[in-house]
């Protein structure tokens, strides 16, 4: 049974109140990205990303014909490969050479190095209920098998667990170095006395039959050659066409994973040990692998191979920088975010191994804020994928009632004025504006300038009126002639979001047909609904309108462009004052956008801070923050947090969205802080 949605917020709200959690969470998330980003100094992100991507892409084209070369290689040197299509024939096949190898004991020990693609088909409890004795040996994955629980990360799986809680598992004081050195003695006699090593495999390469295996602890070493069999499992993603493609990956992952250049170990692989090898080793005690078997699996990978919008979700080198980077993650965890793989990444994934139900409540969870694309050191388009799933996923009744609301904008007017008087009254909430701007506005302008049309979108005509005021104000100073059709409502950016892209497109063509008469430039002041209606709704399913889209502008860049032509629009004579400038998220990673907006109000006469952010999202999201308000608020409090720390009382953004919801937590905080559009300061120093 699919898990219900109350149980699921009973656990996401649980994670919200853990305090340790919390801390770990934060601590460890932070501590990986600033790791990484001084990873990165001594090698070009950019260049090797675009090269790890093209080298990746290239392998999954040929992808059946390198499976073939690297099996015929590893058998030319006495290993053996097998294919598995589904989990349970994996578990199978692992079964059944894991019993051969026993030689009828009783309870085989089957020692284990950490592997995601054996937590994937559930190998442990399998090789359990068959009476073995299953041994992690990777210092975090034992302390979740002795747990019971599972990892939750791809590469740090213990990183909900501190130093504490590892004492109290093995027994130990909370040193690490007590906790190494018991970890080591309890696990000695397991390497030595194991009748099979199995490991996974960060690659395999095809032209030599070569697994690769990237560490940081010496039990790859012994799982890898103590046992007399060793068994690696991995999907067939992980096969790559030569050694130079390993080392372009060698290049990426460690710094992406864990900051360093290279790992403590690397281990290259190719084949079970030779005879003379054998015989070397009989003379010190130790046995070597005499077999070595491959077990290379599907499970719903080719399925996503074949899919155009998921195929680049198979070049994932799985080194976790997407659920650093997380804002979600880092406020809940990956128990939490996730089923088995987690993080952004394992919102795509799981679908197409363990089916759709898994993964749709995690799937609500993504603000879409993009950061995770953005780390991700082969460029997956992430964000587009998951809101692929979320098409198909389960939807609130709440998001059902908004989305149901905001499609008739007949109705939502209605409701809108209606509630503009009480809003705000709660802390917390949102304001309405009880004048929208085209209460306000001009339909068709006046004067003789050149013609202008403001497209507000729904947040600003209805949140944030002021900022479409301020533009309009800065236009007719420098002489255009202002309009606003009264037609226009939503871009269909907020039923996007939702996983609802009829609505979306419905809303965009209806937008589209309300501003197709107008004049000029369309300027808008909200950054994430210009991305949207000139790049995402591609996606949605119509054929969005070229020419119109050639016309819009975000009004960051349009009245940058103003100021730097005709700097006597404003006054620069006025004290200077600091502003702390938030980058939302669509304006910085899907726009690109970062230096303008703050060389905007450089221009205008401001001082402006930027906020040390540890979030990378300030928790809005649409209807994100409607569904999950506390995890919203958590995020909110983190900006508001950064926001201290410049010692600002005014902070500005160009996104609508973000400004509400950064208003309405300082107002629930207590906190003096004016939040202001860009273009509301501007106005402020007109001539």
């Known amino acids: 049974?699919?898990?219900?949605?109350?149980?699921?917020?009973?656990?996401?709200?649980?994670?919200?109140?853990?305090?340790?959690?919390?801390?770990?969470?934060?601590?460890?998330?932070?501590?990986?990205r600033a790791r990484r980003e001084a990873g990165f100094k001594s090698f070009d992100f950019e260049t090797g990303r675009a090269d790890l991507k093209a080298r990746r892409q290239a392998n999954l084209t040929r992808l059946p014909e390198l499976i073939e070369q690297?099996?015929?290689?590893?058998?030319?040197?006495?290993?053996?490969?097998?294919?598995?299509?589904?989990?349970?024939?994996?578990?199978?096949?692992?079964?059944?050479?894991?019993?051969?190898?026993?030689?009828?004991?009783?309870?085989?020990?089957?020692?284990?190095?950490?592997?995601?693609?054996?937590?994937?088909?559930?190998?442990n409890p399998y090789l359990e209920s068959l009476g073995m004795e299953v041994v992690e040996t990777d210092l975090g994955e034992r302390m979740v098998q002795l747990t019971h629980t599972h990892p939750s990360h791809l590469i740090a799986p213990a990183i909900h667990l501190t130093k504490e809680d590892a004492a109290r598992v093995f027994g130990t004081e909370p040193t690490v170095e007590a906790i190494q050195a018991h970890a080591r003695d309890s696990l000695r006699q397991k390497f030595i006395s194991a009748a099979v090593g199995i490991s996974g495999a960060n690659m395999a390469i095809a032209e030599t039959g070569t697994v690769v295996i990237v560490t940081n602890e010496g039990n790859a070493d012994l799982t890898t050659t103590l046992p007399p069999v060793h068994i690696a499992l991995f999907g067939i993603d992980k096969v790559v066409a030569s050694l130079d493609d390993a080392v372009a990956m060698l290049r990426m992952l460690p710094r992406s994973g864990t900051g360093q250049i290279m790992t403590s170990y690397v281990n290259w692989i190719t084949g079970p040990s030779r005879s003379a090898d054998i015989e070397q080793s009989l003379t010190i005690g130790v046995h070597g692998p005499r077999e070595m078997h491959c077990v290379i699996l599907d499970n719903g990978r080719e399925d996503m191979r074949a899919d155009p919008v998921f195929t680049d979700a198979l070049t994932c080198i799985r080194c976790g920088a997407c659920s650093n980077a997380c804002p979600a993650f880092m406020a809940v965890g990956g128990h939490q975010f996730g089923h088995i793989y987690n993080g952004p990444i394992g919102l795509v994934?799981?679908?197409?191994?363990?089916?759709?139900?898994?993964?749709?409540?995690?799937?609500?969870?993504c603000t879409q804020c993009n950061a995770c694309q953005e780390i991700c050191p082969?460029?997956?388009?992430?964000?587009?994928?998951?809101?692929?799933?979320?098409?198909?996923?389960?939807?609130?009744?709440?998001?059902?009632?908004?989305?149901?609301?905001?499609?008739?904008?007949?109705?939502a007017d209605r409701l809108l004025r209606a509630g503009a008087p009480f809003s705000g009254l709660v802390?917390?909430?949102?304001?309405?504006?009880?004048?929208?701007?085209?209460?306000?506005?001009?339909?068709?302008?006046?004067?003789?300038?050149?013609?202008?049309?403001?497209?507000?979108?729904?947040?600003?005509?209805?949140?944030?009126?002021?900022?479409?005021?301020?533009?309009?104000?800065?236009?007719?100073?420098?002489?255009?002639?202002?309009?606003?059709?009264?037609?226009?409502?939503?871009?269909?950016l907020i039923s996007a979001n939702a996983g609802d892209f009829h609505a979306a497109d419905e809303l965009n063509t209806r937008?589209?047909?309300?501003?197709?008469?107008?004049?000029?430039?369309?300027?808008?002041?909200?950054?994430?609904?210009?991305?949207?209606?000139?790049?995402?709704?591609?996606?949605?399913?119509?054929?969005?309108?070229?020419?119109?889209?050639?016309?819009?502008?975000?009004?960051?860049?349009?009245?940058?462009?103003?100021?730097?032509?005709?700097?006597?629009?404003?006054?620069?004579?006025?004290?200077?004052?600091?502003?702390?400038?938030?980058?939302?998220?669509?304006?910085?990673?899907q726009l690109g956008l970062k230096s303008e907006p703050r060389q905007l109000l450089d221009l205008a006469g401001y001082e402006v801070e930027s906020i040390p952010d540890i979030a990378n999202c300030c928790g809005f999201g649409g209807t994100f923050s409607l569904e999950w308000p506390r995890v919203a608020a958590r995020l909110a409090d983190w900006k508001l947090d950064a926001i201290a720390k410049t010692g600002c009382t005014v902070v500005a953004s160009d996104n609508p969205g973000c400004l509400m919801h950064i208003e309405a937590a300082a107002r629930r905080r207590g906190m003096d802080l004016r939040v202001a559009h860009v273009l509301e300061l501007v106005a402020e120093h007109l001539a």
């Not at 000139?534 to 975000?554: E, N, S, V, Y």
Request: hydrophobic share 40%; with cysteine; proline share 6%.
């Open 349 to 365: 994934l799981t679908p197409f191994h363990h089916g759709l139900d898994e993964a749709d409540l995690p799937n609500a969870l």
């Open 70 to 123: 690297f099996t015929e290689r590893l058998e030319a040197v006495g290993g053996k490969v097998h294919f598995a299509k589904d989990a349970a024939a994996a578990r199978d096949i692992i079964g059944q050479i894991c019993w051969n190898a026993a030689g009828g004991q009783r309870h085989p020990i089957v020692t284990k190095v950490k592997s995601m693609a054996s937590e994937e088909i559930e190998l």
């Open 427 to 492: 802390p917390g909430t949102p304001h309405l504006a009880r004048v929208p701007y085209r209460d306000r506005a001009p339909e068709r302008g006046h004067g003789d300038g050149q013609p202008l049309t403001i497209f507000a979108s729904c947040m600003v005509d209805r949140v944030l009126p002021e900022s479409a005021v301020a533009l309009q104000r800065i236009a007719e100073a420098a002489g255009y002639k202002v309009g606003f059709p009264k037609g226009q409502w939503c871009c269909g």
């Open 511 to 589: 937008l589209t047909e309300s501003l197709r008469d107008s004049k000029g430039l369309i300027v808008t002041p909200s950054a994430s609904c210009f991305g949207a209606f000139t790049i995402d709704a591609a996606d949605w399913g119509g054929k969005p309108d070229a020419k119109l889209q050639a016309r819009f502008r975000d009004s960051t860049r349009f009245v940058l462009a103003l100021l730097a032509g005709r700097p006597e629009l404003v006054r620069t004579d006025q004290m200077s004052l600091k502003i702390a400038y938030h980058d939302s998220c669509q304006t910085l990673r």
């Open 378 to 411: 082969v460029d997956i388009p992430l964000p587009r994928q998951i809101l692929e799933h979320r098409r198909k996923g389960r939807k609130s009744l709440r998001k059902k009632a908004v989305l149901g609301v905001w499609k008739r904008p007949e109705l």
């Open 1 to 32: 049974m699919p898990e219900s949605r109350r149980h699921f917020s009973r656990r996401v709200n649980k994670a919200l109140d853990d305090p340790k959690l919390q801390n770990a969470l934060t601590q460890a998330m932070t501590g990986l």
